[in-house]
């Protein structure tokens, strides 16, 4: 086996293990979902760390894709994935009810950055 094919097998292993946490962590959370101001200053500490274990894994999946494989389905639904988390990044735990939203909103777009994984992956011949 080449060197690119040994070091994409290796990116592959890293992103499905991103995508097994994101999905534990997801069926954690599915009590709490959607989020809203009240339920978000109310979450217990196991909430916390579903969630934290959920975005943590959602970004690095994300950061995988994007500056690993260097391959991308459709910009604009990157962008806007990208747009998501990083309004995360510059609101959370400053605005319970922003931060809220934009969990919410990562939580219901997982499929769509798992899907573009799985596109990617299936498209790529080793």
């Known amino acids: 086996m080449n060197i690119y094919k040994q070091k994409l097998l290796k990116i592959f292993n890293e992103c499905d293990k991103h995508i ?7 069926t954690k959370m599915q009590s709490i979902m959607p989020l809203d101001k009240d339920k978000y200053l109310n979450l217990s500490d196991d909430e916390v760390e579903s969630i934290d274990q959920f975005l943590f894994r959602f970004s690095k999946l994300q950061d ?6 260097e391959l991308l389905v459709d910009v604009n639904i990157w962008r806007e994935l990208r747009d998501d988390r990083n309004d995360l990044a510059h609101n959370y735990d400053d605005d319970p009810e922003e931060t809220s939203e934009v969990i919410n909103k990562l939580y219901y777009k997982k ?3 798992i899907d573009i994984y799985q596109t990617i992956k299936s498209k790529t011949q080793l």
Do not use: G, T, V
């Open 20 to 26: 097994i946490r994101i999905q534990s962590a997801s």
């Open 111 to 113: 499929d769509i950055l």
């Open 64 to 69: 995988a894709i994007e500056e690993k494989l």
